[in-house]
């Protein structure tokens, strides 16, 4: 009986996660590692945490936290990402986002790709699209 | 006891002196005049036009750098002689960073569009300061996606400690969550270099196209 509600479980989306608006900004054919950032929701009653973002066309997937503090660009690696009950959170150019590295072919303005987002044992899919930033 | 005396004699004292002063008057009426064309002939050579940036500052006397050797993505040399004779845009950054520095590459293109001819009188140098990661080839063919006119510079850490002290610029690496994700912290600002090859400025974000069209093109315009 645990064991099925488990199972169940792992196969389950995160509960009462919405992504939206999820896109890569393109970059050079060369480039080691991609931006993504999406807007994500929390329809549920309850907590959400995500502890992990993976795709099958990277190497690795890291949260992390842009900042500017005296004039210095800081990148710092994110635990994860807390999202309050009934609360939003903005991956965005200059904040919150994640790092897509080692690309595993290049991509161009129009391609997609799924990276999952995992809460748990839960886990969502959502499709991010390359696009060009906007100038 | 005579009140008439001690009125009359100064004022008599006052008459000569106008009389006398006339000449002496005109004499330094010229030689102000001379002053202050002086004055304003110094600020002129001094600050050759009075150029205002939006997005930025820039230093009273520009200050001059001292010579350093670094690697063009072409497999040149890239020193200071490299800076001479036109206007230069320094971007510190590297290729490893997903978010600021192609969002700024990407802007730094718009900025060299919008310029037009102007854009031909000075150079967009993306400096690398992870030369571990960064090879000149790997760099330039990241750079040159942005804009073939970019130019793409890295070198040893030595040498760019050296043009950061220079330059007012710092780096630093940080630990990541694997020994090869590591992540660098670096200055923000784009640096101006004058065709002095002189560190002249710095335009600090957050960047706005329009703004940095504009400073250039009064740069590029009126201080060559």
């Known amino acids: 009986m645990l064991a099925c509600a ?36 929390n329809d549920g009653g309850t907590a959400l945490h995500i502890d992990a973002v993976d795709g099958a066309d990277f190497g690795g997937v890291e949260m992390h936290q842009m900042s500017m503090e005296g004039g210095m660009m800081q990148m710092r690696p994110l635990p994860g990402l807390d999202l309050p009950p009934r609360g939003s959170l903005v991956l965005a150019e200059g904040g919150k986002h994640l790092m897509l590295m080692n690309p595993k072919h290049p991509f161009k303005a129009g391609d997609a790709t799924a990276l999952r987002f995992h809460c748990g044992r839960q886990s969502t899919l959502a499709t991010f699209t390359v696009r060009a930033p906007a100038p | 006891m005579q009140p008439s005396c001690s009125k009359s004699a100064p004022r008599r004292r006052f008459g000569e002196f106008l009389n006398v002063s006339k000449g002496l008057l005109r004499w330094s009426l010229l030689a102000g005049l001379a002053v202050l064309i002086g004055i304003t002939a110094g600020l002129v050579v ?13 230093l009273r006397q520009p200050r001059p750098i001292a010579d350093f050797s670094l690697a063009n993505s072409d497999g040149k040399p890239y020193t200071k ?22 969002t700024t590459l990407a802007q730094l293109k718009a900025v060299e569009k919008g310029l037009g001819v102007d854009a031909a009188r000075l150079r967009f140098v993306f400096l690398s300061i992870d030369p571990e990661r960064d ?33 007012g610029f710092v780096y630093e690496k940080v630990p990541g969550q694997t020994p090869q994700t590591y992540l660098m912290d670096h200055s923000s600002a784009l640096i101006l270099i004058d065709p002095q090859a002189r560190l002249a400025g710095y335009l600090t974000p957050p960047f706005k196209t329009e703004s940095l069209i504009g400073d250039l093109k009064q740069l590029v315009e009126n201080l060559t």
């Not at chain 1, 488990?6 to 890569?24: F, K, M, N, V, Y």
């Not at chain 2, 002689?81 to 192609?102: E, F, K, M, R, S």
């Not at chain 2, 030595?158 to 043009?163: C, V």
């Open chain 2, 81 to 102: 002689a490299d800076l001479a004779g036109h206007w230069t845009v320094i971007y510190v950054g590297y290729t490893h960073c997903p978010d600021v520095c192609p």
């Open chain 1, 6 to 41: 488990s199972i169940g479980r792992a196969a389950a989306d995160c509960t009462g996660l919405r992504i939206e608006q999820a896109w890569i900004p393109q970059a050079p054919p060369v480039a080691a590692v991609l931006g993504g950032y999406a807007s994500l929701f």
């Open chain 2, 46 to 58: 001094l600050h050759p036009a009075s150029v205002q940036i939006q997005s930025g500052t820039l």
């Open chain 2, 135 to 167: 090879t000149p080839e790997a760099l330039g063919q990241y750079t040159h996606y942005f804009s073939p006119d970019f130019l793409a510079v890295t070198g040893p850490n030595a040498q760019l400690d050296a043009l950061g002290a220079n330059l």
